[in-house]
C-alpha cells in the first residue's frame, strides 16, 4: 500500500503543507536557524560567526536528510498563505517518521504543531502504523510529545526517540 501523501491529512482550515521547492531554502535555513537560537547565545562568537555555522550546519543537515530520506516527503507548513515552518515524513511500512518538525518562533505556540501532530498520528493509525519522532531532551516541546501520547522509547546521543502507538491514550 502507498504511502498516504502529507498533503492529503485531515488539517485544520488555514493550515496546508506544500512540498518545499528549491526557492524555499532561505526559508527553511532561517526555519533551522531559529531553532539553535538558545544555544548559540551561550557562544562568545559574533553575529558573522553565528551565521557562517548556521549556514553550514544548514546545508549539511539538508543534505543528509535528501540523502537518507530520499523518498521522504518534505514540506512547508504555511498558515493562511504564510510561511510557518517546515515538516518532513518518511512513511515505512508500520511507521511514520518525523524527521523534523519546526516552527518559526512567531509561530510557536500557536497550536499550529499540535494540529499537525493529531493530523499525523490519525494518518498513521488509520495505516496501522506508529509515529517516531528523535526530540532533544531539552527541547521546550517534550511537553506537547507526551500531553499527545508519546512515549520515550530509546535515547540517541542529545535526543530521546519518541514513540506514539494508536492505542496511547
Known sequence: MPA?????????????L??????DLPLLER?????????????????????????????????????HYADAEFFVI??????TGRLYLHWRASELRIV?????????GA?????????LIDAAAARGAFVSIH??????AMALYYRLGFRKAGEHGVYDRME??????
Open 18 to 23: 506544500r512540498s518545499i521547492v528549491e526557492a
Open 78 to 83: 504555511e498558515r493562511d498563505d504564510a510561511a
Open 135 to 140: 526530540v532533544e531532551k531539552m527541547n521546550r
Open 111 to 119: 497550536g499550529i504543531g499540535s494540529a499537525l501532530l493529531h493530523a
Open 164 to 169: 506514539r502507538h494508536a492505542d496511547a491514550a
Open 100 to 108: 523534523d518538525i519546526a516552527l518559526l518562533p512567531e509561530h510557536r
Open 31 to 67: 526555519v533551522y536557524a531559529s531553532t539553535r537560537t538558545e544555544e548559540l547565545a551561550q557562544t562568545d562568537w559574533d553575529d558573522a560567526q553565528k551565521a557562517a555555522f548556521l549556514h553550514f550546519q544548514f546545508h549539511a543537515q539538508h543534505q543528509h536528510y535528501i540523502t
Open 4 to 16: 498516504p501523501s502529507g498533503a492529503t491529512l485531515s488539517l485544520p482550515p488555514g493550515l496546508r
